[in-house]
């Protein structure tokens, strides 16, 4: 059984404290002498990543497809570079990943589409409508397949915040996808990844409350983080697993 460094994401809506939280924790690892290291999606820093940067401050328009591509290209960037690390012993947090891809694509809707306008039936009787958001641009399935065999995570932090509160926060609004309703219909979609998540055993997905205060959200990660780092130096993780295989 290896002995390797453990692969652990934090998730969440823009402005839930993600970045905050993964600086805090890295630091607590460092200080623990454990060796780690903090990646983060987008990493704006590549050639794909400077085309994502420049699409999420409206500076580009790019097709959805195309712009969901990048995007898990420029995870696929880093794919074997974390694995490398991993099996090297590096415990690897990462700020954002494939979930995050998912949620933010696959809650996507037509700029036109009607949140909740009445549906009319054939026979011309209005109906209510049967879903809350309006169909979506990218299929959920679509969204996801570029990212199968990507690294999987062996525990997966989501801070969940209410999307009234996130829009709060202050420097909310500063880029595209942050506005209170696509980020209502991001948290349903995470939802949906978290139940798959569980359903393909990948790795253990934890909702932790992001409203709480720093320091109590850091503790929270901390109980977390500090039991897989434990199964990872037993060799109990075994060897790295793959997205959604
Ligand atoms: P930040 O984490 O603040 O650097 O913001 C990155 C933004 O990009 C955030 O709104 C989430 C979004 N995002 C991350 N990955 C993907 C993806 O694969 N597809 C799409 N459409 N958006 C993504
Ligand atoms: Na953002
Ligand atoms: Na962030």
């Not at 990048?70 to 995870?75: D, G």
């Not at 694509?105 to 409508?129: E, F, H, L, W």
């Not at 879903?131 to 679509?142: A, D, E, G, R, V």
Request: net charge negative; aromatic share 6%.
């Amino acid at each position: 059984m290896s002995k390797r460094g453990a692969f652990v994401v934090i998730e969440g809506l823009d402005r839930s404290g993600k970045s905050t939280q993964a600086e805090t924790l890295i630091k607590r690892l460092q200080a623990a002498d454990i060796p780690s290291k903090l990646i983060k999606f987008p990493d704006r820093s590549t050639p794909i990543g400077k085309l994502i940067d420049s699409y999420l401050r409206s500076e580009t328009e790019l097709d959805d497809h195309a712009i969901h591509l990048l995007f898990s290209a420029n995870r696929w960037e880093l794919a074997s570079s974390i694995v490398k690390d991993l099996e090297a012993g590096t415990v690897i947090i990462c700020d954002r990943y494939a979930f995050s891809g998912i949620a933010f694509s696959a809650s996507k809707v037509a700029p036109s589409a009607q949140p909740d306008a009445p549906t009319t039936t054939p026979t011309g009787s209005n109906i209510a409508p049967t879903h809350k958001t309006p169909p979506p641009l990218l299929p959920y399935s679509w969204c996801r397949s570029p990212d199968v065999s990507l690294p999987a995570p062996d525990l997966t932090l989501f801070l969940d915040i209410l999307p009234e509160v996130a829009s709060q926060r202050a420097g909310f609004g500063g880029e595209r996808y942050e506005n209170q309703e696509h980020q209502e219909r991001v948290r349903e979609l995470f939802e949906r990844v978290a139940e798959e998540v569980e359903a393909e055993g990948i790795g253990k997905w934890v909702v932790l409350n992001g409203g709480l205060e720093l320091q109590e959200v850091s503790e929270s990660i901390w109980s977390e983080v500090k039991e897989v780092v434990r199964q990872g130096v037993e060799g109990e993780l075994g060897n790295v697993k793959r997205l959604w295989d």
